[in-house]
């Protein structure tokens, strides 16, 4: 629409996708939030019998030990970063944690926010409703052949997406480079969108970039269910400065509420599942097969982006899907350059009517992780 802002259009565009999901259903959606995971309930059967609190009581994830103490195990492991108790925040979900760090922006005084697109487009809406502006440091994802970012010379705030959800890829070592020297010089808070990390294809590449950066002036949300791709479990968490413990929980907790007496066990099997010699290895490779299969037969034409993390990717549709399905193309992430492109879940339940999965049999050998162990 002319005169319609980027966030604008997203927000537009959000809207109405959802009514036409509504009506067509998640099965036609390709570029939809809904998989097709064979490992889903391995992966939370191991909280199945587990002691919960009574349901009596209220139950807060934030205090849940067991939990707290998981997640600090896994980030000496993946990152070699020890987080104490009070730099980590879980709840359920990614939203009410972005919502949350929102709020913290508006009660201190903030009323600009730099970013990198695509970010998810709930944080259009809340930078709306609170009266942020959100100031774009380049118009195209942060991929290796993107132009430098537009960094502002001053402190400031700065949002970015770490993988770049939509193309399954992380943001170029470059660019973070550029990023962690700008952080340094100008002592700028980020908050890192790791919705989609810990999903890398190679196992033998575990450390996220963005454990790299000052972790006195950075947020990072981590959402496990994404990395697992159980999406009926609600758990994310935010690693953050300890003394900005509050300032997340404060306004989190007024969102959330108490969580299901049940949601402490389901979240800590979760973790634990992570931290196994298997972790989420077997889905990745099945990720990695369905992507290839999808390709060979023709689904996915040349051109596609070649995803390394997640199960999304940026694609060229054939024809026959394309006319097909529900769609998200460039306008929706705010990003320009990629016309003839949309976003695609490789693990889509559009595809089950269209791949017979016997080359993809998930007790292959072949989809096991490798013979280390995590926690050794």
């Known amino acids: 629409m002319s005169g319609e802002s980027v966030g604008e259009q997203i927000l537009r565009l959000h809207q109405q996708l959802d009514l036409d999901w509504r009506t067509v259903g998640e099965h036609a959606f390709i570029s939809g939030w809904d998989s097709v995971n064979p490992f889903a309930d391995?992966?939370?059967?191991?909280?199945?019998?587990?002691?919960?609190?009574?349901?009596?009581?209220?139950?807060?994830?934030?205090?849940?030990?067991?939990?707290?103490?998981?997640?600090?195990?896994?980030?000496?492991?993946?990152?070699?970063?020890?987080?104490?108790?009070?730099?980590?925040?879980?709840?359920?979900?990614?939203?009410?944690?972005?919502?949350?760090?929102?709020?913290?922006?508006?009660?201190?005084?903030?009323?600009?926010?730099?970013?990198?697109?695509?970010?998810?487009?709930?944080?259009?809406?809340?930078?709306?409703?609170?009266?942020?502006?959100?100031?774009?440091?380049?118009?195209?994802?942060?991929?290796?052949?993107?132009?430098?970012?537009?960094?502002?010379?001053?402190?400031?705030?700065?949002?970015?997406?770490?993988?770049?959800?939509?193309?399954?890829?992380?943001?170029?070592?470059?660019?973070?480079?550029?990023?962690?020297?700008?952080?340094?010089?100008?002592?700028?808070?980020?908050?890192?969108?790791?919705?989609?990390?810990?999903?890398?294809?190679?196992?033998?590449?575990?450390?996220?970039?963005?454990?790299?950066?000052?972790?006195?002036?950075?947020?990072?949300l981590v959402c496990p269910t994404k990395s697992l791709s159980v999406h009926g479990v609600r758990f994310a968490y935010m690693l953050l400065p300890p003394d900005q413990n509050e300032s997340i929980r404060y306004p989190c907790s007024n969102i959330t509420g108490s969580t299901p007496s049940s949601a402490d066990a389901a979240a800590t099997s979760l973790m634990e599942q992570l931290l196994t010699e298997e972790s989420n290895y077997r889905l990745l490779r099945y990720v990695q097969k369905r992507f290839r299969r999808l390709q060979e037969e023709g689904f996915l034409l040349p051109g596609t982006r070649e995803p390394i993390a997640s199960y999304y990717c940026f694609a060229k549709l054939s024809p026959r899907v394309a006319n097909d399905t529900l769609k998200m193309d460039q306008r929706f992430f705010g990003i320009k350059g990629w016309e003839d492109f949309v976003r695609v879940n490789i693990l889509a339940p559009y595809w089950e009517d269209l791949i017979a999965d016997s080359t993809l049999d998930i007790t292959d050998s072949t989809l096991d992780g490798p013979d280390h162990m995590l926690t050794g």
């Open 42 to 220: 391995h992966y939370v059967s191991a909280g199945d019998g587990a002691p919960v609190s009574s349901s009596s009581n209220y139950t807060i994830l934030s205090e849940a030990s067991a939990l707290l103490d998981a997640v600090s195990r896994f980030h000496e492991v993946t990152d070699g970063l020890s987080y104490k108790r009070e730099a980590i925040y879980p709840t359920s979900g990614s939203s009410p944690l972005l919502f949350a760090f929102f709020l913290r922006l508006a009660n201190i005084g903030c009323r600009e926010v730099y970013y990198a697109p695509p970010i998810y487009y709930s944080c259009f809406y809340f930078a709306r409703m609170l009266g942020i502006s959100l100031i774009p440091v380049t118009d195209e994802p942060a991929l290796p052949e993107s132009a430098p970012l537009r960094l502002p010379d001053k402190k400031t705030v700065m949002l970015f997406c770490d993988p770049i959800w939509v193309f399954g890829v992380p943001v170029a070592a470059e660019h973070f480079d550029a990023l962690k020297v700008w952080q340094q010089r100008t002592e700028s808070t980020i908050l890192v969108d790791g919705t989609f990390q810990y999903s890398k294809w190679d196992e033998r590449d575990r450390q996220e970039q963005s454990s790299l950066l000052e972790p006195e002036l950075t947020f990072r």
